[in-house]
């Protein structure tokens, strides 16, 4: 597969269409006949989407049941399983048990706040509607302590509808430019724990009265529950001790979890949102994979690390299926000579580290897809 490492570390896409908006051979408000072949062209991207389309739906087609949904929802059961142990080990007096605990109740609880609330949001758990809204809440609210109509909104009709497009989909809403690079990529992810249900509040601002009652006693329910355990069960004696023990227990893949938000989009192609490109070609330019990783495929998901490219162009996929679909995917872009980009983690973080300025304080430039915008 295509590797453009080094185009996004210098931030061109290497002998590919793109250019900095300077200029443009055919504007939008010229007529059919100023731009000789346009509709041709419009086809020939409809075309490609359409065909890649078709292709991926026959693999789900030829799919059992267990690959389209059972894989994935037996990860989350198992990260459920886990619990009772883990608040067990809790209350052992031994260093080594108390820390077992805590490593396990960690990995679950990403597995259930990333994985779990991320597929729910896409309705990848359940064919039915009324499930995938009862996961979405179960997922986002209780378990993540996020409202679920602020998170499907932010991440569904806002990040996936408009991926990279400046002021609406271009990840700003992660970039904090008053913090220092070492604070922001080491230090604040660890407040995440505290300043996600904050966030949460402040997204009930104007909501009927209903509704914001019912998503704060969601998240009331989900802290509450961690806590009654944490002293009932694993034996804390102090509740300031079981809030840190909550907030280290939560924090714990806090950092790759930013850093995985960021590095598969910021820094690429930027669009206009009155010149956007066809959806091939703005998830394509605009979004990036890691490699393969067994913690955070487990805990996050393969659709936000080694399949994201696949999880924009196919959104309603589970992980598995994204994972199945990969060498499909893959290889009809290459094949059709469109970006194929993938990084690694460690090679993202250096670029942010020593590009924290541009990357993330200063307004991305506009990135132009010339002859397909």
Known sequence: MQNVREAC???????????RKESSKCS???????????????????TLM?????????????????????????ILAAAFVCLPPAFLLLSSSQVLLFLAGMLLMGVA????????????????????????RFWAVFFIEICGSFSARAGIQGHIKMHHAHTNVIGLGDSSVWK????????????????????????????????????????????T????????????????????????????????????????????HVGLPMFSPTRRPKRI??????????????????TFGHS???CHVEHHLFPFLSDNMCLKVKPVVSKYLIEKQLPYQEDSYLSRLNLFFYKYQELMVFAPPITELVGVQ
């Open 9 to 19: 570390r210098d931030g061109r896409m290497g002998e590919t269409l793109v250019k």
């Open 28 to 46: 939008d408000e010229g007529t059919k006949g100023e731009c000789p072949g346009r509709d041709g062209k419009e086809r020939d991207t409809e």
């Open 50 to 74: 359409m065909e890649l389309t078709l292709m991926v739906q026959k693999v789900v087609k030829e799919s059992s049941w267990w690959e389209r949904k059972g894989m994935d929802c037996s």
């Open 109 to 132: 609880h990403a597995v259930i706040t990333v994985k779990g609330a991320h597929l729910a949001s896409h309705g990848a758990l359940s064919e039915s509607p009324a499930w995938g």
């Open 176 to 219: 904090l430019p008053f913090l220092p690079r070492t604070v922001y990529l080491f230090i604040a992810p660890l407040a995440v724990p505290i300043i996600t249900p904050l966030v949460a509040l402040a997204q009930l601002r104007g909501h009927p009265l209903a509704y914001t009652t019912r998503t704060i006693l969601m998240i």
């Open 221 to 264: 329910l989900g802290l509450l529950a961690q806590y009654w355990l944490l002293i009932n069960v694993s034996g804390f004696q102090s509740p300031c001790g079981a809030l840190l023990f909550m907030l280290a227990c939560r924090a714990m893949l806090s950092v790759p979890y930013i850093h995985v938000n960021i590095f598969q």
């Open 281 to 298: 070609y703005q998830m394509t330019y605009g979004v990036l994979n890691l490699p393969r990783n067994p913690l955070l495929d487990l």
């Open 304 to 306: 936000l690390i080694n």
